[in-house]
C-alpha cells in the first residue's frame, strides 16, 4: 500500500486533530471520531465495521504489523505515513507501537432499544477509565449481551479506556442512559429481573440467587456505589459475601465477579 | 493533642523524606518506610501494628477526620500539624484529605516460611501498581490466606498501589520470592495443589477443577503471563472459560474470578 501521503511534522493540522481526538471526550463527540493506538486495537476497529477515516504508520511500524495494516488499509479513507516524532505525540503510551487510527463513531444507542432477552450490566456514573475499559473487556469475555453506561460514565472511547478494554468496545453492544432508576424500571415492566450490586451485608449473596434469562445487574460509581434511586427501583439487592475486614471490592473486580457468577450459573461457562 | 510542630514550608527535611518515600521504592527500601495518604489508610497502618514515625495533618482535616487521628495518635512517635500548601505537596490524588503518615515497613516474609494449608495466591512479575492493589483488596475480601509476589513485581507500598489496595496490605500476609517456579516445587513439596491461570483453551476450565485445602494459583504478568518454567513447574494449567472474542482478561479481573471459584467452592463464601 502506498500512503497518501508523509507526515514528518507535529503541528500538521491531522495530526494536531488525532491528538485532539485522543485527549478531549468533548472533541470526539463534536467530532464523531476518536484515536485508537496499537496494531491489533486498530485492526479490530476496521474488522468490526467503522469507518476508519484515517491511518497512520511509522515506517518500522509498516514493517513489524504488516498482517494487521493489512486489516486496515482496505477499509480506510486516507493512509499517512508518519515520521516518529509523530508517532511519540500521538502515542498515550511510553513506547508506541507506531500504529493509529482515526475512525467513526459508532452510533449511541439508547438503553430503550434493549429488547432481547440476555444479561445485561448497568454501570453508573464510572469515573476511572482503566476500570471501565476492564470491566468492558470482561463483559465481553464472559459473554454479557451489552452493558448500560448510566448517568455521566467517562467515556469509553478514550485513550485509557480503548487500551484497557483490548477492543471490546468494538463488538460487545453498549447503550446510553441518563437515568439508571428509569432505565431499571422499564426493563423491570418487560420482565427483566434487575439486581443492585451493593456491599452491604444484608442485601442477598450473589451465591444465593438462582437468575432468570433475563437480568439487569447494575454496579455502580468506584467511590458512592449505586444512586439510591437506582437501587430502590431494582427487584433486588445483591452482594459478594466477603471474609476479610475490607468493606467493599473495586468496581471492576466486583463486576467481574458478578457477571461471572450470573453466567456461570446458566451453564455457559464450562 | 497538641503537635510536635507545625510545618509551614514545602522545603522542610521531614517533608522532602515524606515526599520520596511516596515516590521511590528504591528510598522506600533505603529507609525501611513508606509514606500512607488519607485519614482511613493511616488509621489501617497504625491498627496493623506497624511502627508510625510521623503522622501529618492540615487544621482542617483535624477537625474533619478526628476519629481517625484519635487512633493513630497514640502510636506515632511524631505528631505534624502542616499548612495546606505541604499537604498538596505531599498528596499524591487531586483532592488530598490532608491526612498523612510515615511508617516502618513490615518485615520482609519469604515464601519459603508459608507453612500452613491454604489458599495463596502468587502474582509473577505484576507491573501495574492499581492492579496489584486491586489484587490485594480482592485476596483479602475473599479470605486468601496469602499473596506471594515473585519476580520483580511493583512496590505494594507505593502510592497507587496503597490507593488502590484499601489497607489490605496492612492485614494480609505477603511473601516475597525470587523465583516463582521454585517457590511451587517447594510447595508441591509441601502438598500443595498448584495451578497456572493461563488464557489457552487447552487449560483445565475452573469450573471443572476441585480444589484441595492446600492451594497455590499462579496468576502472571499484565502482558506477558506466567512464565514458562512457573507453568511448567505447576500440576496444573487453569483458564477462565470465555465465549466473546476476547482472548484473556485483565490480570486484576481474571485473578479475582479465579479466587472466587477456588473460595466458593470451599463453602465459605454463603
Chains 1, 2 share one sequence.
Not at 54 to 69: C, H, I, N, P, Q
Not at 76 to 82: K, R, S
Not at 237 to 260: D, K, Q, Y
Amino acid at each position: 500500500m502506498i500512503p497518501c501521503q508523509v507526515i514528518t511534522s507535529r503541528k500538521n493540522e491531522i495530526i494536531k486533530t488525532a491528538a485532539r481526538l485522543r485527549d478531549s471526550a468533548s472533541f470526539r463527540r463534536e467530532q464523531n471520531a476518536f484515536l485508537a493506538e496499537g496494531a491489533r486495537l486498530c485492526a479490530d476497529a476496521a474488522d468490526s465495521g467503522l469507518l476508519i477515516r484515517a491511518v497512520f504508520y511509522t515506517e518500522r511500524a509498516g514493517e513489524k504489523y504488516a498482517s494487521y495494516l493489512d486489516r486496515i488499509f482496505p477499509k480506510a479513507e486516507q493512509v499517512n505515513q508518519i515520521a516518529d516524532s509523530v508517532a511519540e505525540l500521538l502515542g498515550d503510551t511510553r513506547q508506541p507501537q507506531g500504529v493509529f487510527c482515526t475512525a467513526e463513531l459508532p452510533k449511541r444507542a439508547a438503553a430503550s432499544g434493549i429488547e432481547k432477552n440476555g444479561c445485561y450490566l448497568a454501570l453508573e456514573e464510572i469515573q476511572d477509565p482503566s476500570n471501565l475499559g476492564a470491566v468492558l473487556r470482561t463483559a465481553e469475555a464472559l459473554g454479557v449481551s451489552g452493558v448500560v453506561l448510566a448517568g455521566s460514565c467517562c467515556d469509553p472511547y478514550g485513550a485509557k479506556a480503548l487500551r484497557a478494554g483490548m477492543g471490546a468496545v468494538f463488538r460487545l453492544p453498549l447503550y446510553y442512559e441518563e437515568n439508571l432508576a428509569l432505565c431499571v424500571r422499564r426493563l423491570r415492566g418487560q420482565n427483566f429481573f434487575t439486581a443492585a450490586a451493593v456491599p452491604t451485608e444484608d442485601a442477598l449473596p450473589i451465591t444465593g440467587v438462582s437468575f432468570p434469562p433475563a437480568v439487569l445487574l447494575a454496579v455502580g460509581n468506584e467511590g458512592a456505589g449505586l444512586s439510591r434511586q437506582a437501587v430502590a427501583a431494582c427487584d433486588a439487592r445483591v452482594t459478594i459475601p466477603m471474609l476479610g475486614r475490607a468493606e467493599s471490592l473495586n468496581a471492576a473486580s466486583s463486576a467481574a465477579i458478578l457477571m461471572w457468577e450470573i453466567m456461570r450459573t446458566r451453564g455457559r461457562l464450562e
